[in-house]
């Protein structure tokens, strides 16, 4: 997701909906894997929020402590070599 130059949004929840999964093999691919990231310039990525055991088919819902701020949104599974 992308805003506009020059604004931001402000989020203080997302919600994810994973569909019917088998448990057993499915979700590793997700668990420790998955993650939503922010960025301010499109390129360089701060992990706002990475999948863990929780995560289940259905929805799920990542609340932030405090709202964060950023004009580019995104899931994604990095490699294993970058760092965030």
Known sequence: MEFKPGYVGMLSQ???FLNEINRATTIKYFVNKLEFQGSADGK????LWRADVT???GW??????TPVKYR???????????KS
Do not use: L
């Open 72 to 82: 580019f949104y995104r899931f994604s599974v990095p490699d294993k070599d970058t």
């Open 14 to 16: 997302v919600k994810v």
């Open 44 to 47: 360089t990525y701060t992990k």
């Open 60 to 65: 799920n819902y990542i609340k932030f402590d």
């Open 55 to 57: 995560f289940h088919a």
